[in-house]
């Protein structure tokens, strides 16, 4: 897998850091996933995926303090890095191209 | 009161998760839970914190493999690298930040895998290693049944192998070898060589060529040209320094000139005897080929199975062909002679050597078994004081598996030095063993530390290492590395959880020593009984000679009568010589040699000579020769020098045990019994019983005393023999005189060497000699080791109570108390490892009983001696912590709070 190439869960956990801004964590990105896609991403994946991510320099982490409704535990708070963004441009980029002249219910290929 | 999460499902993640992301995913989970609580309800929260754990689980487990195993797709494996190199030097630095204990941890180790690799260096040599031909399993031997001789088989006839090559169909080939002989007298000093005839398709049986020429072809057998010799590569090297044009050269021996055919490869032996200098053909006389008189059992035969051939099948079709065989020669067959096929390595190894080789294996094994029990020991206690240090590093970031690495990495170095010292010190070990072996043990020459011995080396490294590396960081992943940071090492649950397997493992350490200790009393008493037992003779401060005097011309009966002369004058003049004090002559076997001859004997009143267990093993000596043997005279008179003459009436000196045998109650004195005359068993005849003299066991302490029967030198059929001298000082100063006056009497002859038969005794008794020495030395070694893993364990345990035993010596408590409750614990841990090491050893015990003599099993008088030495030496390294107890300041103690 080349590294600037996004999986489909990658990609919205991308773009829900971008939409959450500085309040980017655990569970808003979970809920932003989930209320616009309706699709209820399991923590044990977002964490990985989000490590992989890290990883791969698309986004940086930093730990905020514990706050009481979470049990005395800490925040990991996401932001996007620069390198992240492109990725983002770039794999949008080729999903609009291939997207281009078909229609929506895959039956036909228009000209 | 705010909701919360269900708490085996909040456990599953925090034991899932990898440790980086633990805080903030249970963070998440229940900041969402407590916001899911209050929106819906408890239930559907716990609902939906389950659903999480469920679809969580797979992720983070598969996260945490792929942290343990790196792979080359993840773009960040040489980070990993990065990771395990910093690990090491890491280790290192912690290695030598505590000296004493890594010095202590690596003589453990060196000593339990350096033993390892020494005695599996043996073990693989002679008995795992396959036989160094090609398809070594399709070869067989082949012997016969006879009731003859004891045991009840024995090596083949010449008759009965021409028939079976001839009408066999499983084999590919027969090939039989019998011994031969050559003296090479244009050496220097005549050299003996080591010989063996060997039937002309040896080499092909067996699939390996020569290196140079080639082998023997059985065309040469038939033109009647059999004076040609293939030769090994020693004698190449030795006697021809590797002359590459040495084919076609002529050999010129005693027994004739043999021109060299081929050179065999390096290492080449054939199975049934090695270190051959010289093979020559082995051409049947035309007696051996016919079934008259004479059955001569002296074939060692090997065949190669043909393919597809079983051994079952080939056991059947040589049924059918000795049943046939007999049947046609029912007179032949009388005493037995029907086929016996083994498998070839089953046969030359044995199933006595086998288990023998296994015993030791399983002995060493439990010394290893002890080392990494006490370096994992070691380990755990250095793991306990460093605890704050892991803590440490886990609050800092370090992930489990990556302080686990850690701790990994450090055993193995530590296994992977040891190792290195082990094989090292095992290149030593391994020569002087090979030097101690008992004789007779198969393949002993190839045993050296070769590649499967560095092999096996390794891998018990490997194992070690690991082993005793991821005790202590199962211990931690237990406890969670944060409690570690919490707790200083004192008091709370980890500790405690901690001190528990620390004594748990010095429990296993006792056992295991105990066990050990138990085979080696086994041993040891063995051995005592063995030394004990009366030989019947004094066979201390004896020098043998074996003297064939070089007799030409008149009849044989005339040799035999000059061979006798001059061995008596060759006696005479070694009695005349300082340091003898008495000097007999010997014609026939010489006790403690392991030879015997033994002869039918014709007693009045049985229709039929006794033979089997009643026959006797006949001497025939000067009258010297029972005195100076110190043969103690029971009844009648000695021999004297009228016995000993050829015209002299016919006389005989029988021990205890022949008298018995054959006179029952009567007095045999003045009796008569009748023994062979010639070399044929059938001709008897009549000696008058002159004395009784006590009983010998000639052929070891392990036999039986059997009927013996003493008669005058010149009265028998032998004019060569053995000088047996009586030394008043030590007898292998003689050795070079008596060597120098024998081969006066043998010109151009090899001199064997003199022996002593105090030499000969221990070569009997050699191989318990060894057991009892190797396994004691395990025994030690092991008692040893789980004395010192006591001590630590004491000490530990003492150090931790520092403050209590301070408490309790301000409240006037005595320092003998203090001293007896330390002990009393120790008394626990060793009262619980040699309970269970008794029975264990009890339990495995039975696999020893072919290894003993004259002692059980399941001795008492060991069972209950060797747990008292092992609770001695056990107090003993119990004391020393305790006595630092009892030294406890009380003011120094408490203050330490």
């Known amino acids: 897998m080349r590294r600037d190439v996004l999986g489909e869960v990658e990609h919205l956990i991308l773009l829900a850091i971008v939409r959450l801004g500085d309040t980017a964590y655990g569970v808003t990105i979970r809920q932003e996933i989930e209320q616009r896609t309706g699709r209820d991403l399991a923590i044990g994946a977002l964490y990985t995926a989000l490590e992989r991510l890290e990883r791969k320099g698309f986004v940086r982490s930093s730990l905020s303090d514990p706050t009481p409704e979470r049990g005395g535990r800490s925040k990991r708070h996401y932001r996007l890095k620069a390198a992240g963004a492109s990725a983002l441009r770039q794999s949008r980029e080729r999903l609009v191209r291939m997207w281009a002249g078909v229609s929506t219910d895959l039956r036909k290929v228009g000209s | 009161m705010t909701p919360q999460p269900p708490r085996v499902a909040e456990w599953l993640i925090r034991r899932s998760i990898v440790w980086r992301d633990r805080d903030s995913v249970l963070g998440d989970l229940r900041e969402e839970f407590v916001a899911r609580s209050s929106a819906e309800s408890p239930r559907a929260a716990a609902a939906w914190y389950w659903r999480q754990v469920r679809q969580s689980l797979g992720p983070n487990v598969r996260r945490r493999v792929r942290d343990v195993m790196p792979s080359d797709q993840t773009p960040d494996a040489p980070r990993r690298l990065v990771g395990l190199g910093l690990d090491v030097r890491y280790a290192i630095r912690s290695l030598r930040a505590s000296p004493g204990l890594t ?35 399709r070869l067989v031997a082949l012997r016969q049944t006879t009731t003859a001789t004891r045991p009840e088989f024995s090596s083949v006839t010449s008759q009965d192998f021409v028939d079976w090559t001839a009408q066999q169909d499983v084999f590919e080939g027969l090939a039989a070898t019998v011994p031969g002989s050559g ?35 059985t065309e040469r057998e038939v033109t009647e040209n059999p004076y040609v010799a293939v030769i090994s590569d020693g004698y190449w090297r030795r006697r021809f320094g590797a002359d590459p044009n040495v084919i076609g050269r002529i050999l010129p021996l005693d027994n004739g000139n043999w021109q060299i055919e081929g050179v065999m490869p390096p290492g080449f032996d054939e199975p049934f005897s090695e270190s051959i200098d010289l093979w020559t053909p082995y ?80 002995a060493v094994t439990c010394v290893l078994l002890i080392a990494c029990v006490n370096v994992a020991n070691l380990l755990l206690a250095r793991a306990t004081t460093r605890g704050h240090e892991i803590g440490l590093r886990a609050a800092l970031g370090a992930g ?38 008992p004789p007779g043990v198969p393949r002993a020459a190839a045993i050296a530390v070769n ?35 919490r707790d200083s090492g004192r008091g709370g649950t980890a500790s405690r959880a901690r001190q528990r397997l620390r004594a748990t493992l010095v429990v296993a350490e006792v056992a295991l020593a105990a066990a050990l200790a138990i085979g080696a009393g086994l041993f040891a008493t063995s051995f005592i009984r063995l030394l004990s037992v009366k030989e019947g003779f004094d066979y201390h401060g004896v020098l043998t000679a074996r003297a064939v005097p070089f007799e030409t011309g008149g009849t044989a009966a005339d040799r035999t009568t ?50 089997g267990d009643d026959s006797a093993d006949v001497y025939y000596v000067t009258p010297e020769y029972l005195p100076t043997m110190r043969v103690p005279m029971i009844r009648g008179r000695a021999f004297t020098d009228a016995d000993d003459r050829a015209d002299g009436d016919p006389v005989v000196v029988l021990n205890q045990t022949a008298a018995r045998r054959y006179f029952g109650d009567e007095d045999p004195i003045g009796r008569t019994i009748g023994l062979p005359t010639g070399t044929t068993l059938d001709v008897f005849g009549m000696r008058t019983i002159v004395g009784i003299v006590g009983d010998e066991r000639p052929l070891g302490p392990e036999t039986s005393p059997r009927p013996e029967a003493y008669s005058p030198l010149a009265q028998g059929p032998y004019g060569n ?139 008492l008088g060991v069972y209950a001696g060797v747990p008292v030495i092992l609770l001695l030496a056990g107090l003993g390294a119990a004391y020393f912590p305790a006595r630092r107890a009892a030294r406890v300041d009380p003011l120094i103690a408490l203050r330490s709070e």
């Open chain 2, 562 to 611: 000059a061979g006798q002369l001059a061995l008596k004058d060759l006696a005479a003049r070694l009695r005349a010589m300082p340091g003898v004090d008495s000097v007999g002559v010997l014609g026939g076997a010489l006790p403690l040699s392991g030879a015997f001859h033994r002869l039918p004997a014709q007693v009045p009143g049985r229709a039929e000579p006794l033979s």
């Open chain 2, 400 to 437: 489990q598996w990556r302080l686990t690495r850690g701790l990994l990495v450090e055993g193995v170095l530590l296994s992977a030095a040891g190792t290195a010292l082990a094989v090292a010190a095992a290149y030593g070990v391994v020569n002087l063993l090979r030097t101690s072996l």
């Open chain 2, 721 to 859: 023999g053995y000088l047996v001298l009586r030394t008043n000082g030590d007898p292998e100063a003689l050795v070079p005189v008596v060597k120098a006056l024998v081969s006066s009497v043998m010109p151009k002859r090899v001199v064997p060497p003199p022996a002593t038969l105090e030499s000969l005794f221990g070569r009997l008794i050699a191989q318990r000699r060894f057991n009892m020495l190797l396994v004691g030395l395990f025994g030690v070694l092991a008692m040893a080791i789980a004395a010192a893993g006591l001590y630590g364990v004491m000490s530990y345990l003492v150090a931790q109570r520092t403050q209590e035993i301070g408490v309790r010596m301000a409240l006037g408590a005595a320092p003998i108390r203090v001293i007896g409750m330390v002990l009393r614990q120790a008394v626990g841990l060793l009262a619980t490892g040699l309970v269970l090491g008794l029975v264990l050893a009890w339990s495995a015990a039975g696999f020893l009983r072919a290894f003993l003599f004259q002692v059980s099993a399941h001795d």
């Open chain 2, 103 to 137: 010095a202590v941890a690596l003589l453990v180790l060196t000593l339990g895998i350096g033993a390892m690799t020494a005695i599996f260096s043996i073990v693989d040599a002679v008995v795992l290693r396959p036989l160094p031909y090609p398809q070594p399993d």
């Open chain 2, 183 to 217: 003296t090479d007298q244009e050496a220097p000093e005549p050299e003996a060589l080591q010989v063996r005839r060997v039937s002309p398709n040896l080499f092909a049986v067996l699939r390996v060529g020569p290196r140079l020429g080639h082998a023997f072809t």
């Open chain 2, 451 to 485: 590649g499967r011995v560095l092999a096996m080396a390794l891998l018990a490294s490997v194992v070690t290492g690991v082993t005793f590396g991821l005790v202590p960081a199962i211990v931690f992943s237990g406890e969670g590395m944060v409690a570690s940071l």
């Open chain 2, 283 to 362: 051409v049947m006389s035309a007696d051996e080929r016919t079934r008259g008189q004479d059955h001569n059992n002296h074939l060692q035969v090997v065949a190669r199975l043909k393919p597809g051939v079983t051994l079952a099948q080939a056991r059947a079709r040589m049924d059918q062909i000795s049943a046939a065989l007999a049947s046609a020669y029912p007179d032949w067959y009388k005493r037995g002679g029907r086929a016996l096929v083994y498998g070839l390595a089953d046969w030359t190894i044995g199933a006595q050597v086998r288990s023998w080789m296994l015993m030791l294996l399983g």
